[in-house]
């Protein structure tokens, strides 16, 4: 129960009985894209003995699981998760483990490996998404819904920590495979789990309801205006461009701050202590998120989010002057502070501004830019690193943030109409 004087806490969020089901099974799902990488590049290694061979399969498999994600949720908001996610999960699942059968012994064909490899990525399914158009039906109040997506960042965040762990671990105590046919499991229990809890069909009646709230009318007796089909495919356009250029731009930083913190850590003698600066990174992102989530903003996500990106940029070029590996562990720590905050609010203006019946696919575009970015931040930056200063890198590191933040102020476009919500439900 939550009231004017009092916002709603987190404890709201998790106790909402619906969801809570949901939330676990999704995030049971998703702890798959935790171990699959890790395991996926140990286990193509082993079979091919070529480290090259094995980054470039890990590669074309992000990159199709990232590029094709807006296709494949498009797909879910036009078919609905009932009917769109099993079959893509039983395909996936199914190159997973074939995956595994053939790199349980060496000597497999790497074509062979390549071709299963993006045929698995391509038909992942979106479980990030999923979940947060759910949050987004479920949840109504907008203070609550800032407090789910907080909270759905940060756990996602935790997976990614958590995840490669659990790889590490079967990979030592069995074989890489293991890990391979693990993510294939927990993708499957997860994502049946999910379609099959009555947070889906809830959300389903909501979602009718909400539209025929908002269908035009023209007077007594006349007929709705016709819906124009929807497309799997959905144009980035308008006030859904600040969310994702900006998460691009933070994925840029990222990814090449992961490459930067190596290397800064190599030339200080201290490689092994690189885990530090990871940790503290996460562990700034993971407490500012839980805070940013719990205040009650009176100021607009289109306003925050460039500020957040500017405070991102200012911090990382910053760390680049860091005298030692302490010095950059506490820098580190001060960029996480922006990095879960500046998510969930590019999550929250997409589903804010999308159209109903592509919400699914524009949280998928932010997702999709978010982890192209850090692809393409980690591969810029390893081709200036040998040839400038560190510090300069850094700085460069940090350009995208400040320049999509500069390019929000500077172009802030039209306002645009949020969707239309039946009234909040003040006892979830």
Same mark, same amino acid.
């Given at each position: 129960?939550?009231?004017?004087?009092?916002?709603?806490?987190?404890?709201?969020?998790?106790?909402?009985?619906?969801?809570?089901?949901?939330?676990?099974?999704?995030?049971?799902?998703?702890?798959?894209?935790?171990?699959?990488?890790?395991?996926?590049?140990?286990?193509?290694?082993?079979?091919?003995?070529?480290?090259?061979?094995?980054?470039?399969?890990?590669?074309?498999?992000?990159?199709?699981?990232?590029?094709?994600?807006?296709?494949?949720?498009?797909?879910?908001?036009?078919?609905?998760?009932?009917?769109?996610?099993?079959?893509?999960?039983?395909?996936?699942?199914?190159?997973?483990?074939?995956?595994?059968?053939?790199?349980?012994?060496?000597?497999?064909?790497?074509?062979?490996?390549?071709?299963?490899?993006?045929?698995?990525?391509?038909?992942?399914?979106?479980?990030?998404?999923?979940?947060?158009?759910?949050?987004?039906?479920?949840?109504?109040?907008?203070?609550?819904?800032?407090?789910?997506?907080?909270?759905?960042?940060?756990?996602?965040?935790?997976?990614?920590?958590?995840?490669?762990?659990?790889?590490?671990?079967?990979?030592?105590?069995?074989?890489?495979?293991?890990?391979?046919?693990?993510?294939?499991?927990?993708?499957?229990?997860?994502?049946?789990a999910l379609v099959s809890s009555p947070a889906i069909r809830a959300a389903q009646s909501l979602r009718a309801d909400t539209a025929s709230v908002v269908?035009?009318?023209?007077?007594?007796?006349?007929?709705?205006?016709?819906?124009?089909p929807r497309r799997p495919w959905m144009r980035v356009s308008g006030a859904l461009l600040l969310p994702v250029a900006t998460s691009a731009a933070v994925?840029?930083? &990222?990814?090449?701050?992961? %490459? !930067?913190?190596?290397? *800064? @850590?190599?030339?200080?003698?201290? /490689?092994? $202590?690189? +885990? =530090? #600066?990871?940790?503290?990174?996460?562990?700034?992102?993971?407490?500012?998120?839980?805070?940013?989530?719990?205040?009650?903003?009176?100021?607009?996500?289109?306003?925050?989010?460039?500020?957040?990106?500017?405070?991102?940029?200012?911090?990382?070029?910053?760390?680049?002057?860091?005298?030692?590996?302490?010095?950059?562990?506490?820098?580190?720590?001060?960029?996480?502070?922006?990095?879960?905050?500046? &998510?969930?609010?590019?999550? %929250? !203006?997409?589903?804010? *501004? @999308?159209?109903?019946?592509?919400? /699914?696919? $524009?949280? +998928? =575009? #932010?997702?999709?830019?978010?982890?192209?970015?850090?692809?393409?931040?980690?591969?810029?930056?390893?081709?200036?690193?040998?040839?400038?200063?560190?510090?300069?890198?850094?700085?460069?590191?940090?350009?995208?943030?400040?320049?999509?933040?500069?390019?929000?102020?500077?172009?802030?476009?039209?306002?645009?109409?949020?969707?239309?919500?039946?009234?909040?439900?003040?006892?979830?």
């Open positions: 129960m939550s009231s004017p004087s009092r916002p709603p806490s987190y404890r709201a969020v998790l106790s909402h009985p619906l969801a809570r089901r949901a939330f676990g099974a999704a995030l049971l799902g998703r702890l798959s894209y935790g171990t699959v990488f890790l395991s996926l590049t140990l286990a193509l290694t082993g079979t091919t003995g070529s480290y090259a061979l094995a980054g470039g399969v890990i590669a074309l498999f992000g990159l199709t699981n990232s590029l094709l994600s807006p296709l494949r949720a498009g797909l879910i908001d036009r078919y609905g998760p009932r009917r769109a996610l099993p079959p893509m999960t039983a395909l996936y699942a199914l190159l997973l483990i074939c995956l595994a059968v053939l790199t349980w012994r060496p000597g497999t064909s790497g074509w062979l490996l390549t071709a299963l490899a993006i045929a698995a990525g391509g038909c992942a399914p979106p479980l990030g998404p999923v979940m947060r158009t759910l949050w987004s039906d479920l949840l109504p109040d907008r203070q609550l819904l800032q407090r789910a997506y907080t909270l759905d960042t940060v756990a996602e965040e935790l997976l990614f920590i958590t995840g490669p762990l659990l790889a590490g671990l079967l990979a030592a105590l069995a074989t890489p495979a293991a890990g391979v046919i693990l993510s294939a499991a927990l993708i499957t229990i997860g994502t049946f269908a035009p009318y023209e007077g007594p007796g006349a007929d709705p205006a016709p819906t124009s994925g840029l930083c &990222l990814g090449a701050l992961s %490459l !930067l913190m190596v290397v *800064f @850590a190599e030339r200080h003698h201290q /490689t092994t $202590a690189v +885990a =530090w #600066v990871e940790a503290a990174l996460s562990a700034g992102s993971a407490v500012a998120g839980l805070t940013y989530g719990a205040v009650s903003w009176r100021v607009s996500g289109r306003v925050r989010l460039p500020v957040l990106a500017a405070g991102l940029g200012l911090a990382l070029a910053a760390a680049g002057a860091s005298p030692n590996l302490y010095a950059l562990v506490a820098m580190t720590c001060v960029v996480g502070l922006f990095v879960a905050p500046a &998510l969930t609010t590019a999550y %929250l !203006l997409a589903d804010e *501004f @999308a159209k109903p019946e592509n919400r /699914t696919q $524009a949280g +998928a =575009w #932010v997702n999709t830019a978010f982890n192209t970015g850090a692809s393409m931040g980690t591969a810029a930056i390893g081709l200036l690193v040998d040839g400038l200063s560190l510090s300069l890198c850094f700085v460069l590191a940090a350009t995208p943030a400040l320049l999509s933040a500069l390019m929000a102020v500077g172009r802030p476009g039209r306002p645009a109409t949020p969707l239309l919500r039946p009234p909040a439900n003040r006892q979830s």
